[in-house]
């Protein structure tokens, strides 16, 4: 059974940093992609960041390029979002998400089929 479990979030202050991490486990398969997304009170989910498992492949959303990066560290199965410049709107609900082959630009789940629980990045002005 494939886990997520998202760890890193909390209260910031605008301009500040927060590094999210995703831990995978349950993987029976070598090739994988981990996306990071957000939700923010009344709003849709939004998809942040994608990232496969050859580094190959990764996605970044306008709204964050320039200030969040995505890593992977494929010997823990952990993929990192690295979060700068922070800002009060980027105040969200957290999670990560897997699937088995490679992060969908075309889909605004980015073809994920496994979730996490989520973790709350709040953002003070």
């Known amino acids: 059974e494939v886990q997520l479990v998202e760890s890193g979030g909390g209260l910031v202050q605008a301009g500040g940093s927060l590094r999210l991490s995703c831990a995978a486990s349950?993987?029976?398969?070598?090739?994988?992609?981990i996306g990071w997304f957000r939700q923010a009170p009344g709003k849709e989910r939004e998809g942040v960041s994608c990232i496969n498992s050859r580094s190959d492949n990764t996605l970044i959303a306008d709204s964050v390029k320039g200030r969040f990066t995505i890593s992977i560290d494929n010997a823990k199965n952990t993929v990192y979002l690295q979060m700068d410049s922070l800002k009060p709107e980027d105040t969200a609900v957290y999670y990560c998400?897997?699937?088995?082959?490679?992060?969908?630009?075309?889909?605004?789940?980015?073809?994920?089929?496994?979730w996490g629980k989520g973790t709350l990045v709040t953002v003070s002005s």
């Open positions: 349950g993987f029976t398969f070598d090739d994988y992609a």
């Open positions: 998400a897997a699937n088995n082959y490679y992060c969908s630009g075309s889909r605004s789940d980015y073809g994920m089929d496994y």
